[in-house]
């Protein structure tokens, strides 16, 4: 078996061959019968390390369960293309972008939880799609 797949339990699929006939080294069967060891001891030793991280992960991961009442913090991250818990309170302005394919109109949209400074610059038609009464309050 090759040292790859002792230490990984599977064929090596990489496209380069590691074979070198310029730097060829005839082995004997001692030394081939040391490097297998070696490569053994190198895989129990890799597989005792992450038996050691999964024990320790294992111990500080627990189910929580919370009753109705409860207080608790949720982090929430900012994620793009995901829609938070902010909901546009006005337009402030509207601008149209002329591209070479078109133009696109931009709205500044204040928040709600935000100061005027603070006001974003989207996107109509996706504010249309995702806030459509925001629009009929316009109308």
């Not at 490097?35 to 991280?53: H, W």
């Not at 320790?56 to 009442?69: K, M, N, T, Y």
């Not at 994620?79 to 972008?97: H, S």
């Not at 400074?117 to 925001?134: D, Q, V």
Request: include cysteine; glycine fraction near 6%; hydrophobic fraction near 40%.
């Amino acid at each position: 078996m090759a040292l790859f797949e002792d230490l990984y339990g599977r064929r090596c699929t990489s496209p380069i061959c590691w074979d070198n006939n310029a730097e060829a080294v005839v082995l004997g069967p001692h030394m081939l019968q040391d490097m297998i060891e070696q490569v053994k001891v190198i895989g129990q030793k890799i597989k005792a390390a992450q038996d050691r991280q999964k024990s320790f992960a294992d111990l500080h991961c627990r189910d929580i369960e919370f009753q109705v009442g409860d207080k608790i913090l949720l982090k929430v991250s900012d994620m793009r293309g995901v829609i938070g818990f902010e909901v546009p309170k006005e337009i402030l302005d509207r601008n149209v972008r002329k591209t070479r394919s078109g133009e696109t109109v931009l709205l500044k949209v204040l928040w709600s939880n935000h100061n005027v400074e603070e006001a974003t610059w989207k996107g109509e038609e996706a504010m249309k799609e995702h806030y459509p009464s925001l629009f009929a309050q316009l109308s």
